[in-house]
């Protein structure tokens, strides 16, 4: 994992960045691909101008939350959002 901070005038920022030098096996692979889509959405959809903070954390928690789908063979599965 790759980490960068900066502070200027008062503001912080951050990177985090995560490298590899080989391939990474399925489970963290999955995971990684998870992040990757919550990062998407929450650039994508919860930073929109004119949004509070508290309305963009709401969006990070939900779409962090995994999601209840029905199949058809009865019950519930869950499933990454």
Do not use: W
């Amino acid at each position: 994992m790759l980490v960068v901070g900066a502070e200027r005038g008062g503001l912080y920022a951050s990177l985090t960045r995560m490298v590899g030098f080989e391939e990474p096996d399925r489970e963290t692979g999955r995971r990684q691909r998870a992040c990757d889509a919550i990062f998407r959405r929450m650039r994508e959809e919860a930073t929109r101008s004119g949004r509070t903070l508290a309305e963009a954390f709401d969006d990070c928690a939900a779409a962090s939350t995994p999601k209840k789908a029905s199949r058809t063979t009865g019950g519930t599965i869950t499933r990454a959002a």
